[in-house]
């Protein structure tokens, strides 16, 4: 069987309601891409469901929390080479949801971080791509005037 060339994925940067992340520690097992590192709930587009029915849908199955569609916020696209998979291509839709209960969470892969933003540089080397591509899409955003 041939593995998929191109992918489309969905993820989400979380913040709690003391403007802390929330970020998932993925699993250390050798069969997922990044095992032990460090990334962001969501995953694969499944079906016709769009970019943000995506989201919504795994980061509800990922952390127990299901926010409506109006309080993600659209950070950026990419489409391109794939990061993770060689010779292939993805396309991945970068969101951002505010004001999540970090004590309410549920979280069903991985474990749970919880990081001030003042530690973020201190483990950005631990980063998965997404989770990379992700926070330069909001540090950018957030420096525009």
Do not use: W
């Not at 970020?23 to 769009?50: A, S």
């Not at 549920?106 to 990379?132: Q, Y």
């Amino acid at each position: 069987m041939t593995a998929s060339k191109h992918r489309e994925v969905a993820c989400a940067i979380l913040i709690d309601l003391h403007g802390r992340f929330l970020l998932q520690r993925r699993d250390n097992v050798p069969n997922i891409l990044y095992p032990g590192k460090i990334g962001l709930f969501g995953g694969h587009r499944e079906g016709e469901e769009t970019f943000l029915d995506c989201v919504i849908r795994e980061v509800h199955e990922e952390t127990g929390y299901l926010a409506p569609p109006e309080h993600f916020e659209h950070l950026g696209s990419y489409v391109g080479p794939d990061a993770e998979v060689p010779g292939a291509t993805v396309a991945g839709e970068y969101y951002l949801l505010r004001g999540v209960s970090a004590g309410g969470l549920v979280v069903t892969e991985g474990s749970l971080m919880v990081v001030e933003p003042c530690e973020m540089l201190a483990i950005a080397s631990e980063f998965a791509p997404a989770a990379t591509a992700a926070f330069a899409m909001l540090f950018g955003k957030q420096q525009r005037p």
